[in-house]
């Protein structure tokens, strides 16, 4: 459950937010869970909701925003998303990628020319969007 | 906002001493010296770690024989194997050891991942093994890490010595720690003990040509009873100084 981690750095970002702007309370915070590190929202949320307990973030409300992945080519320019590479993308693969995103430079290309120099445009991995206090 | 920078602090908080292995230089030994250095330390009876953050020529899986077609356990984030008695971590076992070509930005973002989800638990050390140049990881180590206590790698080559010289200004000139400077394939001359006199930096000890070292590779106990074990395990001692084991 490595998004246990990820969940840590939301509440510990979220506090030194609030603290550092003098906020009694966190009352929302909007989350973006990029597709190419495909995070189960399901587990995060239960992370999130088990850390926040006790904290200025007790009562945030927790919003998930889904990311689609769009990947460019830095070679030709050709840009693509995750279905068009659907075949490589085997389960071992998704796994890897899960942890560490940027391996996903060791396992695909640019579906036109071929060149592994591309870049992940959006939907890499988890940020947070947006975060309201009071 | 991007939550892993604050992760990296909360993964690194029972982790006492974090020491990069840095060069500017290639070629100058910095996984071998890291790699042998997590290894004696460890034989001093500390709780050691290796980060191995040279993505595009990672190799201390390669000095360890480490397996890499499992992926690290998760719990809570992601548990380094333990390899030789060290936790080990390395993007290799995401990479499944094949090219991975990335650019600054993803250099950035793999290091922050993996600084990020890496549970180390308790540790006395920390080892860093470097890529070479004064790039991505090296200034977001510094940015990230700022506790970090460099040790430095040269050769007695006057073109590592010059790039060394410019790694040392730049740590300098930020006030960064610098534990000192070890001398690897040492032959014939002082340019590495003058550059560190010149730098006001500590000259931790001479490592000299180990010609058997290549065969070694791979085999961890034998590199240790060699010349550069040996020398290394002194270099070693006088990094932990007062340090006692947990």
């Excluded at chain 2, 071998?32 to 990672?58: M, N, P, Q, R």
């Excluded at chain 2, 991975?100 to 540790?123: C, F, H, N, V």
């Excluded at chain 2, 790694?167 to 610098?178: M, Q, S, T, W, Y």
Aim: charged share 30%; aromatic share 6%; proline share 4%.
């Amino acid at each position: 459950m490595h998004e246990w981690a990820l969940a840590e750095g939301i509440i510990g970002t979220a506090i030194e937010y609030g603290k550092e702007n003098n906020a009694n309370e966190i009352v929302k915070i909007v989350i973006v869970l990029g597709e190419l590190q495909d995070v189960e929202q399901e587990i995060l949320e239960f992370a999130l909701t088990q850390l926040k307990k006790d904290t200025i973030a007790k009562n945030a409300e927790l919003i998930f925003e889904e990311e689609r992945a769009v990947f460019r080519c830095r070679n030709c320019g050709y840009q693509w998303n995750m279905k068009q590479s659907e075949k490589e993308l085997t389960e071992d693969i998704r796994e890897d990628i899960h942890f560490v995103p940027e391996v996903v430079h060791s396992f695909l290309s640019c579906p036109k020319c071929g060149s592994r120099d591309f870049e992940v445009v959006k939907g890499r991995g988890v940020y947070i969007k947006e975060m309201v206090v009071r | 906002m991007d939550p892993r920078v604050k992760g990296i602090e909360l993964k690194l908080k029972n982790v006492r001493r974090i020491i990069p292995i840095v060069s500017g230089k290639g070629g100058v030994g910095k996984s071998l010296i890291s790699t042998t250095l997590a290894l004696s330390l460890k034989e001093l009876g500390f709780e050691v770690g290796l980060l191995d953050l040279d993505f595009h020529g990672a190799s201390d899986h390669v000095i360890l024989n480490s397996p890499i077609s499992e992926l690290p356990d998760e719990e809570k984030g992601v548990i380094p194997p333990v390899v030789h008695g060290i936790k080990f971590m390395s993007i290799v076992y995401y990479s499944t050891d094949k090219p991975t070509p990335l650019r600054g930005k993803e250099i950035s973002d793999a290091l922050i991942e993996i600084l990020a989800i890496t549970r180390w638990d308790q540790l006395d050390f920390l080892i860093i093994d470097m890529p070479p140049g004064l790039g991505e990881q090296l200034l977001d180590l510094i940015r990230f890490i700022p506790r970090g206590e460099f040790l430095i790698v040269s050769t007695p080559s006057p073109l590592s010595v010059n790039v060394v010289e410019k790694l040392v200004a730049l740590l300098k000139e930020g006030n960064h720690r610098i534990l000192g400077i070890v001398e690897n394939m040492h032959a014939g001359n002082n340019l590495t003990e003058e550059m560190a006199e010149r730098m006001r930096i500590k000259y931790l000890g001479e490592i000299g040509v180990c010609d058997e070292i290549d065969s070694l590779i791979g085999e961890p106990e034998s590199i240790m009873l060699s010349d550069f074990g040996k020398n290394l395990k002194k270099v070693a001692e006088r990094i932990v100084s007062g340090d006692r084991p947990r």
